[in-house]
């Protein structure tokens, strides 16, 4: 009989089936080695970060919510850390401390009551035990309750959890919404003790400005065709360009804390910018970057632009990221990540959140010819022509990950990172991405799945066909 090694934290999974996570990245996982136990890292890295079971416990990034713990417990400089490791479908914030070498515990803080309390002596103990057995899971997150909310507004997503309507709840009434768990950490905590805000929340995009930098851009009149304004926004990070008509432009970096709107990381670019055309027609702008001391790498990625008009809107988008963008298109029907791109705006128009996995695909017929073409491309097949041998320590349950060497390379247009799916006519539904460049013979992870008696029920083989077309009719 094939044998294979099983999470420690396996109970936990076999009660908590995974119900939507992502494994958890390598430099994540390197930042809480010897802070975190063992076991828990390995669950992060095989099963990953988000959503388990029915109960809906979610395991979130530390690095996320150390704030918000650290505003509910202050404690001093010297204090054992408390570092948060999961939330509850209610919001209760799970956190643990290594008290000693030997010892520790998992403990947990309830925003709506304020209550406290230890949940268990070890992390092993904590989700093999008190969070699989009901007695001890059923105090923590009431069955009947989590059965009502998801009844009345459905399963949570990623970063999502229940409120329940307090004042309507003392009258014996039920009334749930789902909210972001962030957000309503926050206005609880705040409603304790507000964070200082440091600056005015903006409502235009003038407003949004860092007050010092602002008069770079209140001199540009609004203009038809491609000089004016334009903005980019990804997440809490912004970008806007000025192109003038003198052939000048000016380049502002910069970041906008959510709690306090304090403005930060501010870097301005300015110079000569060159307008062209490529032999499809497309206009492309130039930017010539010159890049400082204080100067983060990727800030160059906004040398090289192309210029797309659909109806009224104008947008700028970056010529190293067109691949992605289609790739987006195909997979999503979006435009990719927002930091894609700019947008045409006005100081004078609302400063309004952009999507940060991108506003939804514009019509064929704008689109730039540049990226008409990718979208239009024949999907890249690649055949598999070797696999890598199977590894069951490296699997969770029987899942794991193969590198397959490929028939196509980089200089076939593979991309690191590419996703690769088999097409629809082949029956098979496998699921990998490049990770191991090479000119004709790059390397991707396929994933697999081994069935009970060590058989590969569902995995790559010498031949399997792969396609970069990710849509399935």
């Not at 999974?13 to 494994?23: E, G």
């Not at 505003?71 to 999961?86: G, H, L, T």
């Not at 008190?130 to 009345?152: G, K």
């Amino acid at each position: 009989m094939f044998s294979f090694r099983r999470l420690t934290l396996s109970p936990f999974i076999k009660t908590h089936p995974v119900r939507n996570a992502s494994p958890a990245s390598a430099e994540l996982i390197a930042a809480y080695e010897g802070k975190l136990p063992a076991s828990l890292l390995e669950l992060w890295r095989k099963k990953g970060l988000g959503l388990y079971g029915n109960l809906q416990l979610a395991l979130i990034d530390p690095r996320q919510w150390q704030p918000v713990l650290d505003r509910w417990i202050i404690s001093p400089p010297d204090a054992v850390p408390r570092i948060p490791i999961a939330l509850t479908p209610f919001g209760a914030l799970l956190y643990y401390r290594k008290l000693t070498d030997t010892d520790e515990d998992v403990s947990f803080l309830d925003p709506v009551s304020k209550a406290t309390g230890d949940l268990a002596w070890s992390l092993n103990d904590c989700f093999n035990q008190f969070l699989c057995e009901p007695e001890s899971r059923d105090s923590l997150v009431p069955p009947d309750l989590l059965q009502s909310a998801v009844e009345e507004c459905g399963e949570l997503a990623p970063g999502e959890v229940y409120e329940i309507d307090e004042t309507l709840f003392s009258m014996q009434m039920l009334r749930v919404r789902k909210v972001d768990a962030l957000a309503l950490h926050t206005r609880l905590r705040d409603a304790v003790d507000p964070p200082a805000k440091k600056a005015d929340e903006p409502k235009t995009i003038a407003d949004a400005l860092p007050t010092p930098q602002r008069h770079l851009f209140e001199d540009m009149a609004e203009h038809s065709g491609t000089h004016g304004l334009y903005l980019s926004s990804y997440l809490d990070w912004h970008r806007m360009l000025a192109l003038q008509p003198d052939g000048q432009y000016r380049l502002l970096f910069w970041k906008i804390d959510a709690r306090t709107f304090e403005r930060s990381n501010i870097r301005v670019y300015s110079g000569r910018y060159d307008a062209s055309r490529n032999d499809a027609g497309d206009e492309l702008i130039t930017l010539h970057i010159v890049l400082r001391a204080d100067s983060s790498g990727s800030d160059a990625n906004d040398t090289e632009l192309v210029v797309m008009h659909s109806g009224p809107d104008s947008f700028l988008l970056r010529t190293d990221e067109l691949a992605n963008m289609a790739t987006a298109m195909d997979g999503s029907n979006t435009m990719g990540r927002s930091e894609y791109y700019f947008r045409k705006v006005g100081l004078t128009d609302p400063f309004d959140e952009e999507p940060y996995d991108g506003r939804n695909a514009l019509p064929f017929a704008d689109l730039p010819r540049a990226l008409q073409v990718l979208v239009e491309a024949d999907p890249i097949v690649v055949s598999i022509t070797h696999v890598a041998d199977f590894n069951p320590d490296e699997e969770d349950d029987g899942d794991g990950t193969v590198m397959c060497t490929l028939d196509r390379g980089e200089e076939d247009g593979l991309r690191m990172n590419m996703p690769l799916r088999s097409p629809q006519e082949t029956g098979r539904d496998l699921m990998g991405w490049v990770w191991d460049m090479a000119p004709h013979a790059c390397r991707a992870g396929i994933r697999y799945r081994r069935g009970e008696d060590g058989t590969i029920e569902h995995g790559p083989a010498v031949g399997d066909v792969l396609s970069s077309r990710l849509r399935r009719n």
